[in-house]
């Protein structure tokens, strides 16, 4: 069992930059893989980056790649997601998620997101 808890959510205007955090609780996470998804208003909830356990291999949905940034720092149970040069259109709540089996499809622990505001 993991429990995450996302944080540093909030209102940028274009161009800026945000950094998220999720906290996990538990002695597994560093053997777990994470990821991030992100929902907008309306719409169905989508990948957005994912980390191997190590932080050695990372993925990237097309419409964030060269501008996200995925970390891990696996002696303080926290997965990162940096967020620069941000748009109108990564308004949505942001989620972290436990992959524990490495699949990039069976994620079985998640945060209650945080919310990303991009003004224009």
């Known amino acids: 069992q993991v429990q995450l808890v996302e944080s540093g959510g909030g209102l940028v205007q274009a161009g800026g930059s945000l950094r998220l955090s999720c906290a996990a609780s538990g002695r597994t996470f560093s053997s777990y893989a994470m990821g991030w998804f992100r929902q907008a208003p309306g719409k169905e909830r989508e990948f957005v980056a994912h980390i191997s356990w190590s932080g050695d291999k990372t993925y990237y949905a097309d419409s964030v790649k060269g501008r996200f940034t995925i970390s891990r720092d696996n002696t303080k149970n926290t997965v990162y997601l940096q967020m620069n040069s941000l748009k109108p259109e990564d308004t949505a709540v942001y989620y972290c998620?436990?992959?524990?089996?490495?699949?990039?499809?069976?994620?079985?622990?998640w945060g209650q997101g945080t919310q990303v505001i991009v003004s224009s």
């Open positions: 998620a436990a992959d524990p089996y490495s699949t990039m499809a069976d994620f079985g622990f």
